[in-house]
């Protein structure tokens, strides 16, 4: 996963990158600079994000509740 690091100002392969959601509920990517080791934040949608995504398990929608006989 490859980020900016503004300290470097050069792209670096991000270290321990974790996908996060921002305030404003956008996709991102949050990892640390293998070189200097200040956060690096990539936005969007990203592969890892995907991949964690779809190790959660889809809701099944509910089965409507029996109603009980009178
Ligand atoms: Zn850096």
Redesign the pocket.
């Known amino acids: 996963m490859q980020g900016y690091?503004v300290?470097?100002r050069a792209k670096?392969e991000m270290k321990d990158p974790q996908s996060i959601t921002m305030k404003n509920k956008m996709p991102a990517t949050q990892g640390v600079?293998p070189?200097?080791g200040?956060k690096m934040f990539r936005i969007g949608i990203t592969p890892i994000i995907e991949l964690a995504s779809s190790q959660i398990p889809r809701l099944a929608p509910q089965p409507p509740v029996p109603r009980l006989a009178p």
Do not use: G, L
């Open positions: 690091c300290k470097c670096k600079c070189t200097c200040s």
